[in-house]
C-alpha cells in the first residue's frame, strides 16, 4: 500500500512519493509536503526548462536557478517559461 500525502501544491490527498527527491532537509520536506504527481509535473517542467533554456548542471548559477524555479513552482507561483515554447497537447 502506498502511502499518501495532502498535497500543498495539489490541495488534494494523493499518492506520496516513494523516497525524497533528493538529500537533505528540503528533499525530506518535499517528500512530506508533495504528491508524487506534482513531482512528476515538477520533472516534466524542469527538464522544459533545461531544454529550452540550454541550461547546464555543472554550472551552479544554472542549478540556483532551476532550485528557485522549483521552489516557486511548489509554493504554487509563477515559474519562468521558455520563450516560444508550446506547449504539446
Not at 26 to 46: D, M
Not at 67 to 73: A, I, P, V, W
Request: charged share 25%; with cysteine.
Amino acid at each position: 500500500m502506498s502511502r499518501t500525502v495532502f498535497c500543498q501544491l495539489l490541495k488534494k490527498k494523493l499518492p506520496g512519493l516513494a523516497e525524497a527527491p533528493f538529500p537533505g532537509s528540503r528533499g525530506a520536506a518535499i517528500f512530506e509536503a508533495y504528491s508524487a504527481q506534482a513531482w512528476a509535473q515538477w520533472q516534466s517542467l524542469q527538464t522544459m526548462l533545461i531544454n529550452e533554456n540550454h541550461l547546464s548542471m555543472l554550472d551552479k548559477h544554472h542549478r540556483r536557478y532551476l532550485n528557485e524555479q522549483r521552489d516557486r513552482y511548489l509554493a504554487g507561483e509563477e515559474i519562468d517559461q521558455a520563450e516560444g515554447y508550446i506547449r504539446p497537447d
